[in-house]
């Protein structure tokens, strides 16, 4: 009886050994799959892209908006940051530092201004995004109210999603209607989350509801630095996945619409985006003063044209605060700062096109681009022409 549960407990640990290799194998294949996985996702451009410095496609330049002498009163902006297009051609500037959205037609001729400071509705406190739905309605991203007010094309108000978080970010819709919103994660969302960092993107339906997020940060070890460095900027595609860029990242990310990776993209840049500065916080009987990190911005803005290719406004080099800093802006005739990169849709650098004027967001409807930037308060329209 003995000897037979000694053999017994000597098979029992034959077979107890057997599994446990046959456990450690199993798992380090899931790892060297998923590691498999994640390095075909990740694309890695070499400088220049593929049309090596002789772009395939050019901007002409249409109108702009805005600046220190508009032909038109009505054109005269304060920060603008967002532009959206309607089926007829219709514009919308959101014009954020006026509490307003300014429409004009295809032709650049205002029509009609859309709002005023306030919290009621029609009215905003800075607002700092525009979607458009298949129906021409306007979603404005009202974050000092804590909504998304809906917009009929002749400004009334159809409906307002009440909103519980809100952080400066960006709106986008889904062909099923609901809203993307990538957010720069607060500091109070970062400590409320200790086991995990929080979501970039949330997808909400028509009346506000949070449905899903996804996107994951990039880990600091630091709490204010992740609440600035993983900054995204989205777009959709025509195929109705998400894709971002980040302000301080080497990374461009293209998402199905339910959160899963198709790829990240990085190319070679000619400065570096580790932290310079983490920054601090300190706390006495005077309140709380925060002194922001300090990193190199590479990325401000993405957007999708009809072909399937990404935009992403991006930096040339580094050294905006020396010529911004300028008393006299108007004197710098070339600006070198900024240029726009095209990607192919599977995250191939197609090459670059320089900009000569400051830039600070970028959308795309049709065959028009739209560039605005906030220092001089102008919005650019070009009109894109594929040469080959």
């Known amino acids: 009886m003995i000897s037979d549960q000694g053999e017994m407990m000597r098979q029992l640990s034959r077979i107890w050994i057997w599994l446990s290799i046959g456990g450690l194998i199993l798992i380090l294949m899931m790892v060297w799959a998923s590691e498999s996985v994640a ?23 249409l109108r702009r908006f805005g600046g220190d002498a508009p032909e038109d009163e009505n054109s005269a902006l304060k920060s603008p940051c967002d532009v959206v297009c309607d089926s007829l051609g219709n514009i919308y500037v959101l014009d954020s530092g006026n509490n307003r959205i300014q429409k004009f037609n295809a032709e650049g001729k205002f029509l009609i201004s859309i709002g005023r ?23 404005v991203y009202d974050g000092g109210n804590l909504r998304i007010q809906i917009l009929l094309p002749s400004g009334e108000v159809e409906e307002i999603i009440k909103l519980t978080n809100v952080a400066q970010s960006q709106i986008r819709l889904l062909k099923s209607g609901d809203i993307v919103i990538g957010a720069i994660p607060s500091r109070r ?6 086991k995990s960092l929080p979501k970039l993107i949330k997808i909400i339906d028509s009346k506000g509801m949070r449905k899903y997020s996804f996107g994951d940060m990039r880990d600091y070890q630091d709490i204010l630095v992740n609440s600035m460095a993983n900054r995204p900027f989205i777009d959709i595609d025509r195929e109705n996945n998400i894709v971002m860029a980040f302000l301080f990242q080497n990374r461009i990310e293209k998402l199905t ?6 790829w990240r993209s990085e190319r ?16 006495d009987e005077k309140g709380t003063s925060v002194q922001a990190p300090k ?20 930096m040339n080099h580094q050294g905006a605060d020396e010529k911004t800093r300028s008393k006299d ?27 000569d004027h400051h830039a600070h967001g970028i959308r795309i409807f049709a065959d028009s681009l739209f560039i605005w930037e906030q220092i001089d308060a102008i919005v650019y329209q070009y009109k894109i022409i594929d040469s080959i």
Request: avoid cysteine; proline fraction near 2%; glycine fraction near 10%.
């Open 329 to 355: 802006i108007s004197e710098i005739s070339k600006i070198d700062l900024y240029k726009l990169e095209v990607f192919r849709s599977d995250g191939v650098l197609l090459g670059d096109i320089p900009l």
């Open 295 to 314: 990193m190199n911005s590479v990325s401000l803005g993405i957007a999708s044209d009809r072909l399937g290719r990404y935009w992403v406004l991006t």
């Open 268 to 283: 070679e840049l000619d400065y570096g985006t580790e932290v310079i500065d983490k920054g601090f916080i300190e706390q």
């Open 117 to 139: 400071r306030g919290q009621g509705p029609r009215e905003f406190q800075y607002a700092s995004s525009l979607a458009i739905d298949s129906r021409d309605r306007i979603f």
């Open 257 to 262: 619409s339910t959160g899963a990776l198709i």
């Open 39 to 61: 390095a075909d996702q990740v694309v890695k451009n070499n400088k220049g892209g593929l049309w090596k410095g002789s772009p395939a496609v050019k901007l002409e330049f």
């Open 189 to 194: 969302a970062l400590l409320s989350n200790e």
